[in-house]
């Protein structure tokens, strides 16, 4: 089975800009999560859909959104970026109830 | 409130010697326990799982680790550390709380040297 997929890898924005990132989940996985994680804050979760329902949230603040398709694919979007957004965002997919498998992450870079 | 703890932000162990490290959780239900292991710039690799049943656990690349309930603890160990296992290791819990949501620690950085 193929694991888990992000696009891009990486990314350099400038501040006030938005971006997307996409998520592709391991074949049969309907659960989609997301996480931040920085040197100072560490693995910090952002939000979980399931069958395109978002089921579970994180403490960030509403410039940070996603979806997920009826394909369980996912999309997070950052809107009006900030430098602390520098981040590598996680991806991680699961059945639903149990072992969350991460993808290899895009690096974002806000300058 | 649930929360994973690593006490030990990084070690050092030499090549060939064994190796423990601690994890220490709060939470509120039967925890879901999980090691992860990430390398620079790399996404999460999952060590091994505890669910239920036998307390300690068997995982890949020569990894366990035991759960002990009255102590809230899931220490990781291997018996014999190879250069290729310095990285950073994640223990989390989780749960079914309406949406499974994992609670990672800080994480604990090892060194490996020869």
């Known amino acids: 089975k193929a694991g888990v997929t992000q696009t891009p890898r990486y990314l350099i924005k400038t501040r006030g800009q938005q971006v997307t990132l996409s998520c592709s989940p391991i074949?049969?996985?309907?659960?989609v999560s997301w996480y931040q994680q920085t040197p100072g804050q560490g693995l910090q979760f952002l939000f979980e859909?399931?069958?395109?329902?978002?089921?579970n949230k994180g403490n960030f603040p509403g410039r940070f959104s996603g979806r997920q398709f009826s394909n369980s694919r996912s999309e997070m979007n950052v809107s009006t970026l900030e430098l602390g957004d520098s981040a590598l965002y996680l991806c991680?997919?699961?059945?639903?109830?149990?072992?969350?498998?991460f993808g290899p992450g895009t690096r974002l870079t806000v300058l | 409130a649930q929360s994973v703890t690593q006490p030990d932000i990084h070690i050092t162990v030499s090549e060939g010697a064994s190796l423990e490290l601690r994890c220490n959780y709060s939470?509120?239900?039967?925890?879901?326990l999980f090691w992860y292991v990430q390398s620079p710039g790399q996404g999460l690799q999952l060590l091994l799982k505890?669910?239920?049943?036998?307390?300690l656990v068997q995982g890949i690349k020569g990894f366990e680790a035991e759960f002990k309930r009255s102590q809230s603890s899931f220490n990781l160990r291997k018996p014999s550390v190879h250069w290729s296992d310095a990285a950073e290791y994640f223990c989390a819990v989780g749960g079914d709380t309406g949406g499974f949501k994992t609670i990672f620690g800080a994480g604990t950085r090892l060194f490996v040297k020869a």
């Open positions: 505890y669910f239920s049943g036998d307390t």
């Open positions: 074949s049969g996985h309907r659960s």
């Open positions: 859909y399931f069958s395109e329902t978002q089921r």
């Open positions: 939470y509120g239900a039967t925890p879901y």
């Open positions: 991680a997919s699961s059945r639903g109830f149990d072992t969350q498998y």
